[in-house]
Nanobody, 124 residues
């Protein structure tokens, strides 16, 4: 099992930036992919971005590509989500997740471990 702790959420004006961090502990060597998801009130949890620990491949939701960047620091077992040019529609609780399956999928059901979430609020 992998334990995940997110940090870095907050309130920001539209056009601003935030950086989320996700610190992983436990069986981190068993994780193939680390991802970020978000869930707005009344909506389903949706995939935002993911990165593979080994090859550095990254994946993005179309609406955040070019604005968000996911990166990882293997030595620190930490994954980051740099969010620039934030929009009010980015407002949600953001969750970090770990996937122990080698083939990537953006389906949240394929991710085995989850953090507690961090709130991101973008004001207009």
């Amino acid at each position: 099992q992998v334990q995940l702790v997110e940090s870095g959420g907050g309130l920001v004006q539209a056009g601003g930036s935030l950086r989320l961090s996700c610190a992983a502990s436990g069986r981190t060597f068993s994780s193939y992919h680390m991802g970020w998801f978000r869930q707005a009130p009344g909506k389903e949890r949706e995939f935002v971005a993911a990165i593979s620990w080994s090859g550095g491949n990254s994946y993005y939701l179309a609406s955040v590509k070019g604005r968000f960047t996911i990166s990882g620091d293997n030595a620190k077992n930490t994954v980051y989500l740099q969010m620039n040019s934030l929009k009010p529609e980015d407002t949600a609780v953001y969750y970090c997740a770990a996937n122990t399956k080698p083939l990537f999928s953006s389906d949240p059901k394929r991710f085995d471990s989850w953090g507690q979430g961090t709130q991101v609020t973008v004001s207009s």
